[in-house]
């Protein structure tokens, strides 16, 4: 693998993982806005004490799912045997994984917003991906950290 094409890799990785986290924001949003009607119906008595079902399913399979993601992602080692194309799927793979974990926290945020309307919630959970995005994106130094490990 020569250089130029080692950084067209990690380059196609770093725009995969940028399109993840804008892909997952909208399809969060898009659902946390979509079931915001159904939440509550409108004939209970308080509106906001019939949301809990489906608040307390959330909020058991939000960790859930993400204890299932982040121990198959420990499973995803790299082996320096391996071909180099196999080793960059591999890393691809956990990197996918990992922004789909951490964009999990962005859902008590969006549950938020279902009670309170305040645009601000939606503020700080596109500031929380944005920042999430940013500070996690692959490079060149940590895919060579991660084949190291």
Do not use: K
């Not at 993400?66 to 082996?79: D, E, I, K, V």
Request: contains cysteine; hydrophobic residues 50%; aromatic residues 10%.
């Amino acid at each position: 693998m020569t250089d130029a094409e080692f950084h067209r890799a990690i380059g196609r990785i770093r725009r995969q993982h940028w399109l993840h986290y804008a892909a997952q924001a909208l399809l969060m949003g898009g659902a946390v806005l979509a079931a915001g009607g159904r939440t509550a119906p409108g004939t209970a008595v308080n509106p906001r004490l019939a949301t809990w079902p489906v608040l307390l399913l959330l909020g058991a399979l939000v960790p859930a799912v993400g204890a299932l993601l982040y121990a198959f992602s420990r499973t995803m080692r790299p082996n320096l045997r391996r071909p180099y194309a196999e080793n960059l799927r591999i890393y691809q793979g956990r990197m996918f994984l990992r922004d789909s974990l951490l964009g999990l926290l962005a859902l008590p945020l969006l549950a938020s917003y279902l009670f309170t309307h305040h645009a601000t919630d939606l503020a700080i959970c596109g500031g929380l991906l944005l920042f999430l995005a940013w500070r996690t994106r692959p490079t060149a130094q940590t895919y060579q950290r991660w084949l190291l490990t």
